[in-house]
């Protein structure tokens, strides 16, 4: 299953729906690789209608994800589910929506990485990695934990919080596959540039 580098996680209150998919078409022109929707407190039916548009614009080798509902991955026809680290087990989500999805999970220690092995998702998300706004007040869990979990598991290993171009160097050489990245694209004033200079990071340290 390819697993994308540069992901691209929604937040409404960073970026609203309709801003996002007015902006979507360049930013994966401009070398975003995954969106995930996600948005909490928003009713299933609104939520619906964003993943189905989404899905209209995310188009390949693009992948779209939804984050932790099984019924509007199908029902928008995503390209896979991202799972919390306390959410359904990776092979009833696989049954449910079949082998050619892709299938996700986010941990926040090396602990909850050991427990994913067993599980084996397509990919983790570990973080935070670094401060981040979007969870004021929890401390980073930094590169050194970052480099735990990517040893203890045999699959990529997505990076997320904090993340800024400038970092991604260093992310990528603690073992991380690519990152996730929320406001350091959708809160910038050019976001077509964010992914721009995003991607040339990813790119410029892989071809070392």
Same mark, same amino acid.
């Not at 959410?87 to 999970?105: F, H, Q």
């Not at 969870?135 to 980073?140: E, F, I, M, S, V």
């Not at 694209?185 to 992914?195: C, F, H, R």
């Given at each position: 299953? !390819?697993?994308?580098?540069?992901?691209?996680?929604?937040?409404?209150?960073?970026?609203?729906?309709?801003?996002?998919?007015?902006?979507?078409?360049?930013?994966?022109? @401009?070398? *975003?690789?995954?969106?995930?929707?996600?948005?909490?407190?928003?009713?299933?039916?609104?939520?619906?209608?964003?993943?189905?548009?989404?899905?209209?614009?995310?188009?390949?080798?693009?992948? *779209?994800?939804?984050?932790?509902?099984?019924?509007?991955?199908? *029902?928008?026809?995503?390209?896979?589910?991202?799972?919390?680290?306390?959410?359904?087990?990776?092979?009833?989500?696989?049954?449910?929506?079949?082998?050619?999805?892709?299938?996700?999970?986010?941990?926040?220690?090396?602990?909850?990485?050991?427990?994913?092995?067993?599980?084996?998702?397509?990919?983790?998300?570990?973080?935070?990695?670094?401060?981040?706004?979007?969870?004021?007040?929890?401390?980073?869990?930094?590169?050194?934990?970052?480099?735990?979990?990517? !040893?203890?598991?045999?699959?990529?290993?997505?990076?997320?919080?904090?993340?800024?171009?400038? !970092?991604?160097?260093?992310?990528? @050489? @603690?073992?991380?596959?690519?990152?996730?990245?929320?406001?350091?694209? *959708?809160?910038?004033?050019?976001?077509?540039?964010?992914?721009?200079?995003?991607?040339?990071?990813?790119?410029?340290?892989?071809?070392?």
């Amino acid at each position: 299953m !390819r697993v994308p580098r540069l992901h691209l996680v929604t937040d409404p209150n960073v970026c609203p729906f309709d801003r996002l998919l007015a902006l979507l078409p360049e930013l994966v022109a @401009a070398g *975003l690789d995954a969106v995930h929707l996600r948005a909490r407190d928003v009713p299933t039916g609104t939520l619906l209608g964003v993943a189905r548009a989404l899905r209209r614009v995310v188009v390949p080798p693009a992948m *779209l994800f939804v984050n932790d509902r099984v019924d509007l991955a199908l *029902l928008s026809e995503a390209d896979g589910l991202h799972l919390p680290e306390l959410g359904l087990p990776v092979d009833e989500v696989r049954r449910l929506i079949g082998g050619g999805r892709a299938v996700g999970r986010s941990v926040h220690s090396v602990a909850a990485a050991g427990r994913a092995v067993v599980e084996r998702p397509d990919f983790l998300v570990y973080g935070n990695v670094f401060e981040t706004a979007s969870k004021p007040g929890l401390p980073a869990r930094g590169l050194d934990g970052l480099r735990a979990v990517v !040893r203890a598991v045999p699959f990529p290993v997505i990076a997320i919080g904090g993340i800024t171009p400038e !970092r991604v160097p260093a992310v990528l @050489a @603690a073992g991380a596959y690519g990152v996730a990245v929320i406001r350091g694209i *959708l809160g910038t004033s050019d976001p077509v540039e964010a992914v721009r200079v995003f991607r040339q990071a990813l790119d410029g340290v892989e071809e070392r």
